[in-house]
């Protein structure tokens, strides 16, 4: 099956310090991945869409600014938190499609990194 | 109305009898359809999808969609504990535009 890694787990950050959470497709190639936020009891919301080689999409209410995204290549994508606030605590949960050499519309997600600002 | 409905429950299913998960969804636009279970505390985890009406077994697992009124299920024969877990229904448009839509889970206990 596809395996879809990231690093850190878990994260402890100080206010108003950034924090950079790794998305890595392990084998297969995904064109594009996305970012989820899910706060206790709650379901996952979509933060944003992120496409190899280009900007990503942001889900409306999300800032760009603070939440920097990178995918700079087709196994690699990034969620900075810039400036994090205690608010900014969640679980951050990336997931990966497979990419277009594989008809498919399904997304594999990642472990998730549970993120604690204090 | 939620874009992806779900009772959240709890619901409680004695081991070995079938648990019946329901989701209704609002965009007529939807073509895919995605079960995922999560554990407290864990990501979600890939159950079954469908894309076509009708039923569509996998093991333990049948999933059913009734795209007409808008619905779709998750059976599970033969429940067991380590099936207790939060589960997700998700939709999306389809190829092209995979934005995941999730309802709020159902959560599911398999009482031994």
């Known amino acids: 099956g596809a395996v879809v890694s990231q690093h850190p787990s878990r994260v402890i950050c100080k206010s108003g310090t950034s924090v950079k959470i790794e998305c890595r497709s392990l084998?297969?190639?995904?064109?594009?991945m996305f970012w989820y936020r899910q706060f206790p009891k709650q379901s996952l919301m979509l933060m944003a869409t992120?496409?190899?080689?280009?900007?990503?999409?942001?889900e409306q209410g999300v800032e760009k600014d603070k939440f920097l995204i990178n995918h700079a290549s087709l196994t690699l994508s990034t969620l900075t938190v810039t400036s994090a606030h205690p608010e900014d605590s969640s679980f951050y949960i990336c997931?990966?499609?497979?990419?277009?050499?594989?008809?498919?519309?399904?997304?594999?997600f990642g472990p998730g990194t549970r993120l604690t600002v204090t | 109305q939620k874009e992806v409905e779900q009772n959240s429950g709890p619901l409680s299913v004695p081991e070995g009898a079938i648990a019946s998960l329901n989701c209704t969804y609002s965009?007529?636009?939807?073509?895919?359809f995605f079960w995922y279970r999560q554990y407290s505390g864990k990501s979600p985890e890939l159950i079954m999808f469908?894309?076509?009406?009708g039923d569509k077994e996998d093991g333990r697992f049948t999933a059913q969609l009734n795209k007409a009124s808008q619905y779709v299920s998750l059976l599970i024969r033969d429940s067991q504990p380590s099936d207790s877990a939060t589960y997700l229904c998700?939709?999306?448009?389809?190829?092209?535009?995979?934005?995941?839509?999730f309802g709020t889970g159902t959560r599911l206990t398999i009482i031994p």
């Open positions: 997931s990966a499609k497979l990419g277009q050499t594989h008809f498919s519309y399904e997304q594999y």
């Open positions: 084998d297969f190639q995904a064109t594009t």
């Open positions: 992120s496409n190899e080689g280009s900007k990503a999409t942001y």
């Open positions: 965009d007529r636009g939807s073509q895919s």
């Open positions: 469908i894309y076509s009406n």
């Open positions: 998700a939709v999306n448009r389809g190829f092209g535009n995979e934005k995941l839509t």
